[in-house]
C-alpha cells in the first residue's frame, strides 16, 4: 500500500564502455532511465532502423513457423515467457550467425510453397478445363480444319446447343453437330462443316457466345487430365517435405525468441544512448532507482568498470519519478483497475489497497448469489494457470475474488442461483439480510452505507496524500474532517431509516437517542468547522464566501452518495433474471424428458446470458464509482509507472541479480 521511495542515479562514463554499464543496470533490473533531449546522429538512427527490421523478419520467422506447425499438430513451445537470467540472455548472441540462417532458410522454404501454390492453382484450373473434353478421343491438334471440311470444337450453353442443332438441321445439310459431354461452363460441341457452309456455322456459333478449344495438345484429353494430375501429385509431395522441414524448426522457436528480445533490447540501449548527453570520449545518464536497490546497482556498475563517476541523489522538487507500486500478490491485480484510469503520481497516495477492498465489495453485493459466486471463483484457476502477467491475467484474478465477495454476499442473502429457502431449497442457509424484492428501501440504504464508507476512504485517502506532499493542515481540513463528517452520518444512518423510511436497520436495531445526537453532533461540528476554515487561503471577503461555497457543496456531498444506488439497481435486476430463469426451467422439468432438456437448456443460456451482463455490468459501474466518486475526492493519475531498462520485453522474462528490484508495473 505504498510508493516505493526512489533516489536519482547521474552517471558518467566513457563511451566505449556505455554498452557495458547499460548490460550492468539492465541485469540489476532496477533502473528507470530517465528522459532526455535527444541528440540523436544519422548512424544511430540507421542502426535502430537496422534493429527493427531485424526484430520484425524475427517475429515474422517466428509466427510462421508457429503457424505451419499448428497446422500440422505439432507440439510447440507454451505460449508462456521464458525465464532467462541475464547472462544467458546475453550469450544468445553466439547463436546469432544460426538462428538468423533459420530466418533465411525458411523464408527460402515459405518462397517455395508460396511458388507451389500458385502453380498447383494454376494446373487445378487447367485440369477442370481439360476435364470437359474427356468425350474427344483423340489429340487435341488431330482436330484440324482441312481443305474441305471445317471443324469446330468448344462449349456452347444448353439454349445454344439448341439453336445451333435447329439452324444445321433447316440450313446447313452438309454440316453434322455432336455433343460430346458437358460441364460447369454448358455443352462440350463438335462441328463439322462443308467448307461451303464453314462462314455460315462460324457466324452462327459467334451470335450464341460459342467458346472455342483452347487447347492443342498432341495428346488426348484423357491423357492430358492424367499428365495434369500427376505434375500436382507431385508438387504436394514436395509441398509435405518443405513442410516437414519448416515443422523441424518448431523446437527452435523458444531460441528464436530470446534472440529477438536480445535485438528488442539493444534497440531499446540504442534509443536510450540518442538521449544521453555526450562528449567525444564520454557520456553522461540519469536514472530513477528504488532506494532498496540502491546498493545492488552499485555494486553492479562498480564490478563492470573502475574508470566511472556516478553518484545516487535525493529527489528534488522539481523531478517527475516514476511509480513503482509496492503491494501484496492479492492487491497487485487491482493495480488493472487503477491503471486503467491513471497511474498514480510518485508522491500521491497509492489508492490500490482500497481499491482492491471496494471494488471487490462493491462486484460481490451486485451479484449476490452463491451460484454465480461458485462460477465467478473459477476464474482464479484459469489466472493461476497463465503464467505470463498480463491484462487477461490480472482481470480474471479480480473476477475471481469478486466471486469469493458474491458467493458471500449470496449466503447473506441467502440466494442460489436466483432460488432462496423460501423455493423448497431448504438446505440453503437461513439469510442474514433481507429479501432485495420485498425489502426493496432497507438494501438499497445498505447500498448507500457501503457508499458513505467508500467515500469516507476516499477523504481520508485525500488527506494521506496531502500530507505526503507536505501539505499538513490542508489534509486535516480538506481531508480527514470530511471524512469525519461520513462516521456521523453513517451512526445517523439507522435513525433516518426509521424516521423517514420507517424500517429498522440490523434486524430490527433501534438507535438510541445518545447515539443520534452523537451522530448529530458530528455532522453539524464538521460543518461548522468547515465554514470558517474553507477561505484559510484566502483574503478579506474570500473567506466567508468560501465557508458559503463549501456548505453548497454539501449538496455534491449528497449526489455522490445517491450514485451509490445503482448498487441496488444492479442486484436486483440480476437477482430477478436469476429467479425467473430457475423458477421456469423447474416448472418445465417436472413435465417429462422433453421437459427436462428444455429446463436444462433454459438453465445454462439463461443463467449464462445473466451471469454474462450481470457480470459485465457490475465491472463498469464498480469501476465508474472508483473512478469518479472515490478517485474524485483526491486522486490526480497521471503517473508513469516505473519500467526499468531490459523490462519490456515481448517474450522473456529477464531474472534479475539477487537483491533487485524487478518491475511492478
Same mark, same amino acid.
Not at 5 to 30: F, H, P, V, W
Not at 42 to 61: D, G, Q, Y
Given at each position: 500500500?505504498?510508493?516505493?521511495?526512489?533516489?536519482?542515479?547521474? &552517471? +558518467?562514463?566513457? #563511451?566505449?564502455?556505455?554498452?557495458?554499464?547499460?548490460?550492468?543496470? !539492465?541485469?540489476?533490473?532496477?533502473?528507470?532511465?530517465?528522459?532526455?533531449?535527444?541528440?540523436?546522429?544519422?548512424?544511430?538512427?540507421?542502426?535502430?532502423?537496422?534493429?527493427?527490421?531485424?526484430?520484425?523478419?524475427?517475429?515474422?520467422?517466428?509466427?510462421?513457423?508457429?503457424?505451419?506447425?499448428?497446422?500440422?499438430?505439432?507440439?510447440?513451445?507454451?505460449?508462456? &515467457? +521464458?525465464?532467462? #537470467?541475464?547472462?544467458?540472455?546475453?550469450?544468445?548472441?553466439?547463436? !546469432?550467425?544460426?538462428?538468423?540462417?533459420?530466418?533465411?532458410?525458411?523464408?527460402?522454404?515459405?518462397?517455395?510453397?508460396?511458388?507451389?501454390?500458385?502453380?498447383k492453382s494454376k494446373l487445378l484450373l487447367s485440369t477442370n478445363q481439360v476435364r470437359q473434353y474427356l468425350n474427344v478421343d483423340v489429340p487435341f491438334s488431330a482436330i484440324k480444319s482441312t481443305k474441305r471440311i471445317k471443324f469446330f470444337l468448344g462449349v456452347l450453353s444448353s439454349d445454344g446447343f439448341n439453336k445451333l442443332d435447329a439452324f444445321i438441321n433447316e440450313e446447313c445439310p452438309f454440316s453434322v453437330l455432336k455433343q460430346c459431354g458437358s460441364g460447369e461452363k454448358g455443352i462440350v460441341v463438335f462441328v463439322a462443316s462443308h467448307v461451303s457452309e464453314g462462314d455460315k456455322i462460324s457466324e452462327k456459333l459467334g451470335e450464341l457466345s460459342f467458346t472455342h478449344c483452347p487447347f492443342d495438345y498432341e495428346i488426348t484429353a484423357a491423357q492430358k487430365v492424367s499428365q495434369l494430375e500427376a505434375t500436382i501429385t507431385d508438387i504436394i509431395k514436395e509441398d509435405d517435405i518443405l513442410t516437414k522441414k519448416i515443422c523441424g524448426y518448431a523446437g527452435e522457436i523458444s531460441k528464436l525468441k530470446v534472440y529477438a528480445d536480445r535485438l528488442h533490447f539493444e534497440k531499446q540501449k540504442q534509443e536510450y544512448s540518442t538521449e544521453f548527453k555526450k562528449t567525444a570520449t564520454t557520456f553522461t545518464l540519469e536514472a530513477f532507482v528504488p532506494i532498496v536497490a540502491k546498493t545492488a546497482v552499485e555494486e553492479k556498475l562498480l564490478k563492470a568498470s573502475n574508470a566511472l563517476y556516478f553518484t545516487f541523489e535525493e529527489i528534488s522538487e522539481e523531478d517527475s519519478p516514476p511509480t513503482l507500486m509496492e503491494n501484496n500478490k492479492l492487491v497487485k491485480q487491482f493495480e488493472f483497475v487503477t491503471n486503467m484510469y491513471s497511474p498514480p503520481m510518485y508522491k500521491e497516495f497509492d489508492p490500490n489497497t482500497i481499491v482492491a477492498f471496494f471494488f471487490s465489495l462493491f462486484f460481490g453485493f451486485i451479484m449476490a448469489d452463491m451460484g454465480y459466486g461458485i462460477l465467478l471463483t473459477l476464474c482464479l484457476l484459469f489466472a493461476r494457470k497463465m503464467k505470463r502477467d498480463s491484462g487477461t491475467r490480472r482481470l480474471l484474478y479480480i473476477i475471481g475474488v469478486g466471486g469469493i465477495f458474491a458467493f458471500i454476499f449470496g449466503v447473506l442473502f441467502g440466494g442460489f442461483f436466483g432460488l432462496s429457502r423460501a423455493d423448497g431449497l431448504n438446505w440453503l442457509p437461513k439469510a442474514v439480510f433481507p429479501d432485495p424484492v420485498v425489502n426493496s428501501q432497507e438494501v438499497l440504504l445498505y447500498a448507500l452505507m457501503f457508499g458513505a464508507v467508500h467515500l469516507m476512504f476516499g477523504y481520508i485517502s485525500k488527506g494521506l496524500t496531502m500530507i505526503k506532499q507536505k501539505q499538513v493542515w490542508d489534509g486535516i481540513w480538506d481531508g480527514f474532517v470530511w471524512a469525519f463528517f461520513f462516521v456521523g452520518l453513517l451512526i445517523l444512518f439507522p435513525y433516518i431509516a426509521q424516521s423517514i423510511f420507517d424500517i429498522k436497520l440490523f434486524g430490527g436495531f433501534e438507535s438510541p437517542a445518545l447515539l443520534n445526537n452523537i451522530g448529530f453532533v458530528i455532522c453539524g461540528g464538521v460543518i461548522a468547522v468547515e465554514f470558517f476554515v474553507s477561505g484559510r487561503h484566502s483574503k478579506g471577503l474570500g473567506k466567508p464566501v468560501k465557508g458559503f461555497v463549501s456548505l453548497y457543496g454539501l449538496i455534491n456531498v449528497f449526489a455522490d452518495l445517491l450514485s451509490y444506488a445503482r448498487l441496488y439497481g444492479l442486484m436486483l435486476s440480476g437477482a430477478m433474471i436469476a429467479n425467473i430463469v430457475s423458477t421456469m426451467s423447474l416448472q418445465l422439468a417436472s413435465s417429462g424428458v422433453a421437459g427436462t432438456i428444455g429446463a436444462v437448456i433454459i438453465l445454462v443460456v439463461g443463467h449464462g446470458f445473466n451471469l454474462a451482463m450481470g457480470g459485465l455490468g457490475a465491472y463498469i459501474h464498480d469501476a465508474r464509482l472508483q473512478f469518479i466518486e472515490y478517485f474524485g475526492k483526491f486522486y490526480e493519475g497521471e503517473g508513469e509507472l516505473f519500467s526499468p531498462i531490459g523490462s519490456n520485453l515481448h517474450y522473456t522474462l529477464l531474472i534479475p541479480s539477487k537483491d533487485a528490484v524487478k518491475d511492478n508495473a
Open positions: 500500500m505504498a510508493i516505493a521511495e526512489m533516489t536519482r542515479l547521474q &552517471l +558518467i562514463g566513457l #563511451s566505449y564502455e556505455r554498452e557495458k554499464l547499460l548490460n550492468a543496470l !539492465a541485469d540489476t533490473g532496477a533502473a528507470h532511465i530517465k528522459s532526455a533531449e535527444k541528440e540523436t546522429s544519422t548512424a544511430e538512427n540507421n542502426t535502430v532502423v537496422s534493429l527493427s527490421e531485424k526484430i520484425a523478419h524475427l517475429n515474422k520467422t517466428i509466427q510462421y513457423i508457429s503457424d505451419i506447425s499448428r497446422k500440422n499438430e505439432i507440439d510447440l513451445p507454451k505460449d508462456d &515467457l +521464458i525465464d532467462i #537470467s541475464f547472462s544467458d540472455f546475453i550469450s544468445i548472441d553466439k547463436y !546469432a550467425q544460426n538462428i538468423e540462417g533459420i530466418c533465411i532458410e525458411v523464408d527460402n522454404l515459405s518462397e517455395k510453397l508460396s511458388q507451389n501454390n500458385q502453380e
